[in-house]
């Protein structure tokens, strides 16, 4: 890239200055920063020493990377491809077979307690791990080999950081997260399936910065990107607090953007910051698309929120006043991730009449 203007090439020489001011302020404001960072950011981020990334894959659909590349906002995979020096990514790099193996041992090799190791896909345990394979090694021993020389390990979509839907109830391959696998090492897991790759943006811009992880929950998400409900901050929710409900799709009250709740929708109890970031540079996400939250950033959704259209076992909705903490305990429970039956209540507008959602275990208890 030429040196005209703004368009000053940086590091990696793929991006212009005014796309990389850019990205690092759309990083700041997803890390809930005051735009004063941005020059601090833009300064850590510019250095030639750019940190290595071992990129791995495994039980998984590459959508986690696909998501990244088809970025638009503003073109995200370059600027993150400028920010790190991605030293070995299956899915991205020409080489294959023999010398790939190479790549991958020279680069963990050349850069041990140095690099970040990013983990896309789950890890099957069972039967020696022998359900996923590469150049003849489980996938257990290539990150029981690379993992613990890590500077740190990002676990990107649900299935790097949970195991994913392939750990889904009988689990046959034994499938889980790597937080399950590997200690001692600093592991940051972006769930989402796929994540938003703003939100890994916006990880890798902060360790860039201020050389440390974000601050954490206690599932090891990033509190900026996972610490407050889909419920919180949804463009339908107006309609959830005053009791406009789809009931069914395609019904009146759903060509008229009401909440998606009594279809199914977990944005209740599913943290991530989807209905403020959005996806794609064009606001689109799956509530405003008229499909509800399946919960895709928390641990089993594929066990614990399903069935995907109908309501979690066990809530109901009590109208009437005086409820609304009760709805924040609704997510609490999600959290700590434990229960097969969510006893939550919905916070709704006072004076409106009751009606019922009560699932079929309160109503053996009224009898
Ligand atoms: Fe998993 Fe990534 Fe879901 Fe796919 O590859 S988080 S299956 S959309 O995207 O790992
Ligand atoms: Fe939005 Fe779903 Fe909450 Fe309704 S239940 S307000 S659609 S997040
Ligand atoms: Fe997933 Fe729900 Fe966001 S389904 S993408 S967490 S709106």
């Not at 939100?199 to 929950?217: K, M, W």
Request: charged letters at 20%; a positive charge.
């Amino acid at each position: 890239m030429g040196k005209k203007g703004h368009e000053i090439e940086l590091a990696g020489g793929g991006v212009s200055r005014r796309t990389f001011l850019k990205g690092c302020a759309i990083a700041a404001a997803t890390l809930g920063l005051s735009p004063e960072v941005v020059p601090r950011m833009v300064k850590a981020a510019m250095s030639p020493k750019r940190p290595p990334v071992i990129w791995l894959h495994f039980q998984e659909c590459t959508g986690c990377s696909e998501a990244l590349l088809r970025a638009a906002r503003p073109d995200i995979a370059t600027l993150i491809l400028d920010l790190i020096s991605l030293d070995y990514h299956e899915t991205l790099m020409a080489a294959a077979g023999k010398q790939a193996e190479e790549n991958l041992h020279n680069a963990v090799n050349k850069n041990v307690g140095k690099f970040i190791c990013v983990v896309e896909g789950g890890i099957p345990t069972k039967d020696g791990g022998i359900y996923c394979k590469i150049g003849g090694k489980t996938a257990m021993e290539i990150l029981n080999e690379v993992a613990p020389k890590a500077k740190a390990i990002i676990a990107i979509g649900t299935c790097g950081a949970f195991g994913g839907v392939q750990a889904a109830k009988p689990n046959p391959t034994g499938a889980v997260g790597v937080q399950d696998l590997i200690k001692g090492r600093p592991i940051i897991n972006i769930p989402g399936c796929p994540p938003n790759p703003e939100n890994f943006l916006a990880t890798v811009v902060q360790i860039l910065t201020y050389g440390r992880p974000p601050e954490l929950d206690e599932l090891g998400r990033p509190k900026f990107a996972y610490g407050r409900k889909i419920h919180d901050h949804c463009e339908r929710r107006p309609h959830f607090d005053e009791g406009r409900f789809v009931e069914r799709f395609g019904d009146p009250g759903h060509k008229k953007g009401y909440c998606l709740y009594k279809v199914g929708c977990k944005g209740p109890v599913t943290y991530s910051n989807c209905s403020v970031e959005r996806f794609c540079n064009i606001g689109a996400w799956p509530v405003g698309a008229g499909h509800g939250c399946i919960g895709c950033t928390e641990p089993g959704f594929w066990d614990t929120m399903t069935p995907i259209y109908k309501h979690l076992p066990g809530i109901y909705i009590p109208v009437g006043g005086g409820i609304r903490e009760q709805a924040e305990e609704i997510g609490k429970v999600a959290v700590g991730g434990a229960a097969a039956v969510i006893a939550a209540h919905a916070a709704v507008g006072i004076g409106k009449k009751i009606f019922s959602l009560r699932c079929s275990t309160e109503k053996k208890e009224e009898k």
